[in-house]
């Protein structure tokens, strides 16, 4: 796990600037004035549900596709003109798209190859391919053709496949999507330690938080088209900026409440006839409001008392150190961790602490 | 025997008895069509190739089915590119009504075109032979390159530019050769199709001569034991050429020829 941004000071040149791209479909707006900055050396996600717009930003990064307005700088250069194989940019395919009817040696060869002046001669072109391939542990599947391949296989030659041009930007689409679970952990552990090594910039675009949560160093989180949040693994769990943050970082349970008023850059809110403070993620004028609460925050206590709630618990999951329980209270559900192994049912009683979670505007 | 076994029995009888009967009787000695054989012959084999206008006619036929062949599978491919990556009214329209005439009798595609030879005075001949073949086989041939090409993964296509190759070397080392075996499996249909057709030909081509119109006429002229010979040489040449083809088709898989190619 890595939350804090480390310092790689190794890699100096492929700084990525976005500058206010926008990219219409027909008439849906697929991208709306996107601005972000990808520093190298940086392991970057593009979070998001499905049709957010983040495969079409990487396709815009990649030259497969076009924006309708804005800028790609590398380094201060403009290469949003630049056709996809003058960019040095490489992209891991969702579906791996390796070619059929090459070797796994050959597909590896293909980006050295292309070059029609400063070709590298056969002997480095194999050397690097065999370098890349032990860096994966395939050398063994050179001659073998993609179709020969289970996912995880294939999963790795396409990685190498796009590193072998020592891109300053690689771009990972969806990467383990298409993986068995067990696959899908070695693969990440896999990506971790090879971005380690080869200090390359990593645009990892996802569907899955946990993904992104555990590889990124920043992830900048999507939502129709437009840019979310932009914030660190740790920042944008813990706090995440909007509603839509909050919900598809699946941080919690939403709990609705009424604005009463404001002390000490706290909100106050009313739950029904209960008071409780919490962050303001900026809610401004709006009254009816959503507090984000945590499952860490709120207690299970023997006997209620005025600043508590009874329930119902629902269902019970057992995490190994401690269970999570859904809770029905009058007014929905709640998540609540708790290290008694309460029996489906059984009534409850929930504390809730003085202050609790973030307090969005309800939509 | 189980019924998948009755049926490929009676399947066999009914495709190939017909075919087997034309084929011992090209080698018969006697003069009839009847039993009991007279002993192995190749006279009518000497026969027709001693006749002009059957290596004429043969002549003709192969021409003609090889210009077809590679005409359609050009036409076929630009088009089904068009069809598969520009997706609108247009082309689908377009790609509807270029299967339509596999759905016509050949018929009225031959009355068609000599109505239109006619009134546009374009004398019949050799021209028109190969324009009536096309008519015949583009549909069938435009049908199987359009699905491979459906099937084709355009990710290919953006990996290959990904990986430095402009859209050129793109064509030649990745799409063309994923594709080449369908390519040359509708070229060799289109050549078995246009290389025994008839019908159509029979109003486009004047006084040229092809095969099959060779052996009409002969038919015509009463049963002639060399028909035989000529019905042989007519079965025997699409397996010949699938046999010859037979790499390309298999060769699914192919290393990276090019790969030297390109160094310099």
């Known amino acids: 796990m890595k939350n804090s941004v480390p310092v790689k000071a190794r890699r100096t040149g492929g700084r990525v600037e976005i500058l206010g791209i926008s990219k219409r479909f027909k008439s849906a707006s697929a991208l709306v004035d996107i601005n972000l900055v990808i520093e190298p050396g940086m392991?970057?996600?593009?979070?998001?549900p499905s049709g957010c717009g983040k495969?079409?930003?990487?396709?815009?990064?990649?030259?497969?596709?076009?924006?309708d307005e804005g800028r790609i700088l590398l380094d201060g250069r403009d290469i949003t003109h630049?056709?996809?194989?003058?960019?040095?940019?490489?992209?891991?395919?969702?579906?791996?798209?390796?070619f059929p009817h090459l070797t796994v040696h050959d597909n590896v060869a293909y980006g050295l190859t292309t070059e029609r002046r400063n070709r590298p001669s056969d002997a480095v072109i194999d050397h690097n391919v065999d370098a890349m391939l032990s860096m994966v542990g395939l050398e063994w599947a050179k001659a073998r053709y993609p179709g020969e391949l289970s996912g995880g296989q294939a999963q790795r030659v396409a990685l190498v496949r796009a590193l072998v041009r020592k891109p300053d930007l690689l771009l990972l689409d969806e990467p383990l999507s298409a993986l068995d679970r067990n696959v899908r952990h070695q693969m990440r552990e896999e990506l971790l330690r090879i971005h380690a090594e080869l200090t390359t910039t990593f645009l990892l675009v996802t569907h899955d938080q946990d993904e992104a949560l555990s590889m990124s160093d920043q992830i900048a989180l999507m939502n129709m088209g437009k840019?979310?949040?932009v914030a660190s693994p740790a920042t944008i769990y813990r706090s995440p900026a909007t509603l839509f943050a909050a919900r598809f970082m699946g941080a919690g349970s939403f709990v609705r409440a009424s604005l009463c008023g404001r002390s000490g850059g706290r909100i106050e809110a009313m739950i029904g006839d209960m008071k409780v403070r919490a962050l303001d993620s900026g809610v401004g004028k709006a009254t009816r409001l959503q507090l984000l609460v945590r499952p860490e925050e709120i207690t299970i206590v023997e006997a209620c008392h005025p600043h508590s709630m009874s329930g119902q618990v629902e269902t019970r999951s057992f995490f190994g150190s401690h269970y999570e329980v859904t809770v029905r209270y009058d007014k929905g559900l709640l998540?609540?961790?708790?290290?008694?192994?309460?029996d489906t049912g059984e009534a409850v009683c929930l504390a809730w602490p003085d202050?609790?979670?973030?307090?969005?505007?309800?939509? | 025997m189980k019924p998948l076994g009755i049926i490929f029995v009676f399947l066999v009888i009914f495709l190939y008895l017909p075919l087997a009967v034309v084929v011992i009787f090209a080698f018969n000695d006697g003069s009839g069509l009847s039993w009991p054989l007279q002993g192995l012959s190749l006279r009518w084999f000497a026969l027709i190739f001693a006749d002009e206008s059957f290596s004429l006619a043969l002549l003709n036929s192969i021409k003609s089915a090889l210009i077809v062949s590679v005409l359609s599978v050009l036409i076929a491919l630009a088009a089904a590119m068009l069809f598969a990556r520009h997706r609108n009214l247009a082309t689908r329209t377009l790609s509807g009504l270029a299967l339509l005439p596999?759905?016509?009798?050949?018929?009225?595609?031959?009355?068609a075109l000599f109505t239109a030879m006619a009134y546009f005075r374009v004398a019949p001949g050799f021209g028109m032979i190969v324009l009536g073949q096309l008519v015949v086989t583009l549909p069938f041939v435009l049908t199987v390159v359009g699905a491979q090409l459906e099937r084709f993964d355009l990710d290919l296509e953006a990996a290959s530019r990904d990986l430095g190759a402009h859209q050129v070397q793109t064509l030649r080392r990745i799409t063309f050769p994923i594709i080449l075996p369908t390519l040359v499996g509708s070229a060799l249909l289109a050549f078995a199709f246009a290389f025994d057709e008839l019908l159509i030909t029979n109003f486009t081509s004047g006084t040229t001569p092809t095969l099959p119109l060779y052996v009409f006429s002969k038919l015509r002229r009463g049963i002639d034991p060399s028909v035989n010979a000529v019905a042989t040489l007519l079965i025997a040449a699409p397996w010949l050429a699938v046999l010859l083809a037979m790499p390309f088709i298999m060769a699914r898989r192919t290393t990276d020829k090019n790969r030297r190619v390109w160094s310099q």
């Not at chain 1, 998540?335 to 309460?342: G, N, P």
């Not at chain 1, 202050?355 to 939509?363: F, L, P, Q």
């Open chain 1, 335 to 342: 998540r609540v961790r708790t290290s008694r192994a309460l």
């Open chain 1, 227 to 229: 840019i979310e949040q």
């Open chain 1, 82 to 98: 630049e056709p996809p194989e003058r960019r040095p940019f490489n992209i891991v395919f969702q579906r791996y798209a390796l």
């Open chain 1, 355 to 363: 202050e609790v979670g973030i307090a969005y505007a309800d939509e």
């Open chain 2, 102 to 111: 596999a759905m016509m009798p050949p018929i009225l595609i031959a009355i």
């Open chain 1, 43 to 48: 392991f970057f996600s593009l979070l998001g």
């Open chain 1, 55 to 67: 495969t079409t930003l990487l396709r815009i990064l990649a030259g497969l596709e076009m924006p």
